[in-house]
T-cell receptor, first 113, second 118 residues
Framework: AQSVSQHNHHVILSEAASLELGCNYS??????LFWYVQYPGQHLQLLLK??????LVKGIKGFEAEFIKSKFSFNLRKPSVQWSDTAEYFC???????????FGTGTRLKVLA | KAGVTQTPRYLIKTRGQQVTLSCSPI?????VSWYQQTPGQGLQFLFE???????NKGNFPGRFSGRQFSNSRSEMNVSTLELGDSALYLC?????????????????FGPGTRLTVL
């Protein structure tokens, strides 16, 4: 069965620190990958997505993610976090030709001012 | 353009009761997906509808059911509620759903319905 693993459940950083959140998926076929973010009191929203081409994708608010097919990973990065990045981050995968997204369990990020 | 709306926003029920949640997708979106969000479990896929047809479903018991109407609005029903059904239920809409093309894949989420089962 397909699955998505987010190894960091809670992360606490100081402002200006660099961020990397891990995401690994298990599926051998063609996949599309996403990172969603849920700010406190707000809806889930798309941060970035990977479909094909350049494995380094850039999203909103300075976030980027790198797809490494050999490692089945899609880690999220930001060189310098801000207090406003405090949120819960979800990695998700959908297999090509299906309609079923598989989400990870989420990582709660707290950025200290 | 109005976003995805879900009603009601909060519900309190007791064990054994049933509940119906409603989702209105963004205008023009034909795919509606439902998720259950709980702490520690993240988002778990319930089912996806497109043009009134369920195209995919997750690993939930038959107590969880859904439907979609011709105007793309969707409802989900949970019968014989259990304490473990307490969760935030999210609805997401997209133009076509699935992976027919990169343009169609983005899901837009609603605010959710917070269900508490006592």
């Amino acid at each position: 069965a397909q699955s998505v693993s987010q190894h960091n459940h809670h992360v606490i950083l100081s402002e200006a620190a660099s961020l990397e959140l891990g995401c690994n998926y298990s599926y051998g076929g063609t996949v599309n990958l996403f990172w969603y973010v849920q700010y406190p009191g707000q809806h889930l929203q798309l941060l970035l997505k990977y479909f094909s081409g350049d494995p380094l994708v850039k999203g909103i608010k300075g976030f980027e993610a790198e797809f490494i097919k050999s490692k089945f990973s899609f880690n999220l990065r930001k060189p310098s976090v801000q207090w406003s990045d405090t949120a819960e981050y979800f990695c998700a995968v959908i297999s090509s030709g299906t309609y079923k997204y598989i989400f990870g369990t989420g990582t709660r990020l707290k950025v200290l001012a | 353009k109005a976003g995805v709306t879900q009603t009601p926003r909060y519900l309190i029920k007791t064990r054994g009761q049933q509940v119906t949640l409603s989702c209105s997708p963004i205008s023009g979106h034909r795919s509606v997906s439902w998720y259950q969000q709980t702490p520690g479990q993240g988002l778990q896929f319930l089912f996806e509808y497109f043009s009134e047809t369920q195209r995919n479903k997750g690993n939930f018991p038959g107590r969880f059911s859904g439907r979609q109407f011709s105007n793309s609005r969707s409802e989900m029903n949970v019968s014989t509620l259990e304490l473990g059904d307490s969760a935030l239920y999210l609805c997401a809409s997209s133009l076509e759903g699935g992976t027919s093309g990169s343009h169609y894949n983005e899901q837009f989420f609603g605010p959710g319905t917070r269900l508490t089962v006592l």
